[in-house]
């Protein structure tokens, strides 16, 4: 099944630093989301971008999206303790019936 | 908006038994997901609902796994009989439309453990 792959699977970082996190994908999508888990709770919804999009920013959050690679980046700008979470990405799967969630990637902050 | 509203918050329970979990979307919302989370095979969609019709449900593992959805406001996943691999976090999601263009809103999940 088609399924979205985050890289890298874990990530520490300073307060202050920007975080990458990557996402690789199968098969053509309509569009691909972000995700953020915070430890013992569900999913919260970060951003959406379309399959017609390359771009896409919220407040400290910028999405990529390159078809053409078939892979989505999210970089978190300087980042604070509070990111700390677990990010996934989500593409909906091609019968268009379903989002397929990755693995994630754990991101840990420092102070 | 009281956001989406899953119990029990935690079960505990002996193989065997019957599970019941219970789910409320968001009012207004259309489309309903029930999850489950493990470590080793990370987050699954066990079934979908439209219009409280099941659309999907070819993430429900096996027989011993059953969804209803009776109203726009109401939903259960039911294990019988449960299994100590059954143990695992399940989350229920609601949207708007399909939810597959749209975001799902996430409940807290109900942490499963079977002994």
């Known amino acids: 099944s088609q399924q979205g792959e985050e890289d890298p699977q874990a990530l520490s970082i300073q307060e202050g630093e920007n975080a990458t996190m990557n996402c690789s994908y199968k098969t053509s999508i309509n569009n691909l989301q972000w995700y953020r888990q915070n430890s013992g709770r569900g999913l919260v919804h970060l951003i959406l971008?379309?399959?017609?999009?390359r771009e896409k920013h919220s407040g400290r959050l910028r999405v990529t999206l390159d078809t053409s690679k078939k892979s989505s980046s999210l970089l978190i700008t300087a980042s604070r303790a509070a990111d700390t979470a677990s990010y996934f990405c989500?593409?909906?799967?091609?019968?268009?019936?379903?989002?397929?969630f990755g693995k994630g990637t754990t991101l840990s902050v420092s102070s | 908006d009281a956001g989406v509203i899953q119990s029990p918050r935690h079960e505990v329970t002996e193989m065997g038994q019957e599970v019941t979990l219970r789910c409320k979307p968001i009012s207004g919302h259309n489309s309903l997901f029930w999850y489950r989370q493990t470590m080793m095979r990370g987050l699954e969609l066990l079934i979908y609902?439209?219009?409280?019709?099941?659309?999907?449900d070819s993430g429900m593992p096996e027989d011993r796994f059953s969804a209803k959805m009776p109203n726009a406001s109401f939903s259960t996943l039911k294990i019988q009989p449960s299994e100590p691999r059954d143990s695992a976090v399940y989350f229920c999601?609601?949207?708007?439309?399909?939810?597959?263009?749209?975001?799902?809103?996430f409940g807290p999940g109900t942490r499963l453990l079977v002994l």
């Open positions: 609902f439209n219009n409280n019709v099941p659309i999907d």
């Open positions: 971008i379309r399959s017609n999009e």
């Open positions: 989500a593409t909906d799967n091609q019968a268009g019936t379903a989002l397929i």
């Open positions: 999601a609601s949207s708007t439309g399909t939810g597959i263009q749209e975001t799902q809103y």
